[in-house]
């Protein structure tokens, strides 16, 4: 598949948009919200025992035809696809992820890099709970405000760019990558591999389930569910079965066909 039979208005549609916007910032800005707010961040069929392709049509396949979600190889690897399909100057990288670790992970993140009249952008609806609505400028050491979230980039001399985000009354390493690495489509798959089949990965380890909005975001981690709106948040855990079934299917949009039953137990 390629940019030219990429099916645009099909995704578009998806993602709320009735006509294609042009290749500006705020064409780029429209695209990544849709997409952000319409598209669940999810990991679902890794706990059903199913192979995470990446393959274009697979993912044209699962995200637009079947209304699923995916993480971070699967959503910006469609909206990769939709922003070249649009003619956007941008580049895929992969990412070493930082939040909740005590040292830098493997490159297994994905991330978008757009160049709009020689200004280069941060894009990336993939990285689920914290995670950008809307692109960000490449400016160091200045904070960038979206929703009422605040972000900022920060230089490392190994890492290279640092994503930030205030959480806390401080700001927490999201992720890091280097701009000048060559990212070739074997990164993108070996990452993938590894996050979807290694038995520690926490993407084997954690359902996840989340999807942004502009007043917050709905999470489901495991078995409990949070809504957060407007600054306050609510949890409650999900019973195994029907309940735990209707709760993706009504705050995710997500109907996976199948039983509560096959899933992988969580460890």
């Known amino acids: 598949m390629t940019s030219i039979d990429f099916p645009l208005q099909q995704y578009l549609e998806r993602i709320g948009i009735r006509r294609p916007p042009k290749n500006d910032l705020e064409g780029l800005r429209l695209l990544h919200s849709g997409h952000a707010f319409s598209i669940p961040f999810e990991n679902l069929d890794i706990h059903l025992g199913r192979t995470i392709s990446l393959k274009p049509e697979d993912l044209v396949s699962k ?3 079947r209304r699923r979600g995916g993480y971070c190889f699967e959503m910006n690897g469609l909206f990769f696809l939709a922003l070249t399909a ?3 100057d941008v580049r895929q990288l992969t990412a070493r992820v ?5 040292g830098p992970g493997a490159r297994t993140h994905h991330v978008l890099i757009v160049t709009i009249e020689g200004r280069k952008w941060l894009a990336d609806v993939g990285f ?3 995670g950008l609505r809307l692109p960000i400028a490449f400016l160091t050491d200045q904070v960038q405000e979206q929703y009422g979230d605040r972000y900022r980039l920060r230089r490392d001399p190994e890492l290279g760019t640092v994503l930030q985000k205030e959480m806390q009354s401080q700001f927490l390493d999201l992720y890091a990558f280097r701009e000048d690495e060559l990212t070739l489509k074997i990164d993108l798959e070996m990452g993938n591999h590894y996050i979807s089949t290694w038995p520690d990965s926490v993407f084997r380890l954690e359902r996840m389930c989340s ?8 999470t489901l981690s495991n078995m409990e569910l949070t809504i957060r709106r407007d600054g306050q948040s609510g949890s409650r855990l999900l019973a195994p079965g029907p309940e735990y079934m209707s709760a993706i299917a009504e705050h995710f949009g997500i109907h996976l066909g199948t039983r509560y039953e096959d899933f992988v137990p969580i460890p």
């Open 63 to 65: 995200i637009l035809d």
């Open 211 to 218: 999807l942004a909005q502009p007043w917050g975001r709905i």
């Open 128 to 130: 689920g709970g914290p």
């Open 98 to 102: 930082l939040y909740r670790r005590t």
């Open 86 to 88: 649009l003619d956007f």
